[in-house]
């Protein structure tokens, strides 16, 4: 490689690094007081004050939300942290009784089976590390506190809602793939929306989800038909 062509590729280098930099900072810097605003979340509800709470519902500007009741959920929701906290028991070993409870169970058995997968590795994963999910934490909280808690869970569900990255996105083009392959390239749109949808949320077992099929006999017509094809086979004259 010449000498000009080297200080070239290198100033390409460079240019392409703060591009990349830039490029970033463009969308942090816009939303850095939200992500710090949500971050504290994050951390569960043991170093969480009442001004970061009330910080995050000015940012966030979450409809619906009662001030006055936050505030009187918010101290009671700390109070039951601080009975569970005394209790012998550990924190973990708590959160993990209560996962096993059959409506947790219910929960989980509402995703796929990838997502089943992945979540287990995830568990195994904790096991090894011991560390405590901030999710499961505020689940849990919400569950055994004494009174309903709606303001506080709404802010909790929104914060939660929100994706970390988009691990979950790909996960979703990956079960697309599978559906339409080489195989089933005719297939519509709102077909492959439809089974992805399936796919996602129902909680019915293979065997279950046929014997859903058989006993619906608009289904079974709806499935041989073509209609969920976009495209017709047609004669060739």
């Known amino acids: 490689m010449s000498y000009n062509t080297s200080v070239e590729l290198q100033a390409s280098f460079k240019r392409f690094i ?13 939303n850095v007081a939200f ?25 966030t500007k979450i409809k619906g939300l ?26 973990l070993d708590q959160i993990q009784f209560f996962l ?6 219910e929960i989980h058995n509402s995703s796929t089976t990838s997502i089943h997968q992945s979540e287990a590795n995830e568990e195994d994963e904790e096991e090894q590390i011991k560390m405590i999910r901030s ?21 909790i569900c929104f914060l939660y809602s929100i994706p970390a990255s988009n691990v979950y996105v790909e996960s979703i083009f990956s079960d697309m793939k599978h559906l339409l392959s080489d195989s089933r390239n005719r297939i ?28 619906h006999k608009e289904l079974l017509g ?7 094809c976009a495209f017709k086979k047609q004669r060739v004259q």
């Open 18 to 30: 703060l591009t990349f930099l830039e490029y970033i900072d463009k969308y942090f810097s816009q």
């Open 35 to 59: 992500l710090e605003a949500i971050g504290d979340f994050g951390y569960g509800i043991e170093n969480l004050t009442w001004s970061q709470v009330k910080k995050c519902i000015e940012i």
């Open 66 to 91: 009662n001030e006055d009741d936050l505030f009187n959920e918010f101290t009671e929701l700390r109070l039951t942290f601080e009975m569970i906290q005394k209790k012998e028991v550990p924190l």
């Open 100 to 105: 096993s409870n059959e409506g947790q169970e």
């Open 135 to 155: 999710d499961r934490l505020w689940a849990m909280l919400l569950a055994a506190n004494a009174t309903p808690t709606p303001n506080i869970k709404k802010l």
């Open 188 to 215: 519509s749109v709102d077909l492959v929306s439809a089974e992805l949808q399936i796919r996602r949320n129902s909680s019915l077992s293979c065997t279950d989800m046929h014997q859903y099929l058989l006993s």
């Open 222 to 228: 709806a499935i041989r038909s073509n209609n969920k």
